[in-house]
């Protein structure tokens, strides 16, 4: 099984309770692997939720694609989250240069920390809800997790 992750930047998540969403989303990625057995990552390597699903899949031994949108991402990031992107690349199974659509067309499954504003993350909520792919909300401002299946 091919799953995705998506979610804000660290900027934005300073607003909220980072501990429980880090939490939220070992808790869904675990769950998935337990059952169905192998699962692979998707990332797209920004800043934030993208970089703390790769540590938790190499915590874990689950491999993970680092998607690369475009060569120059690191630059938008601090000196420090530069420097483990780059790490979690070199760890990563597979380093791929696709952005959010292609991350969708490829994965069966979402894990997707979005608290209800415009973005890029809010695009992909609505490619999944498009193509009908079940996902994973994960939604900081409440605090809540929701599994969403919109083939049920």
Not at 72 to 86: F, K, L, N, Y
Request: net charge neutral; glycine share 6%.
């Amino acid at each position: 099984m091919n799953v995705l992750i998506s979610g804000h930047r660290i900027q934005k998540l300073n607003l909220y309770n980072i501990d429980w969403i880090k939490t939220a989303i070992e808790i869904a990625l675990l769950d998935l692997k337990e059952k169905n057995g192998f699962i692979q990552g998707y990332s797209g390597m920004a800043s934030g939720v993208d970089l703390w699903f790769c540590d938790i899949c190499y915590r874990f031994a689950i491999n993970y694609m680092a998607c690369i949108p475009f060569e120059e991402q690191g630059d938008t990031m601090s000196i420090e989250d530069a420097a483990h992107r780059s790490l979690l690349i070199n760890r990563a199974s597979k380093r791929l240069l696709i952005k959010n659509s292609l991350m969708v067309e490829k994965c069966n499954y979402g894990i997707i920390v979005f608290d209800g504003n415009k973005g890029g993350t809010h695009n992909v909520f609505q490619q999944m809800i498009e193509k009908h792919k079940p996902f994973t909300w994960v939604n900081p401002a409440w605090e809540t997790i929701t599994t969403c299946d919109p083939n049920h």
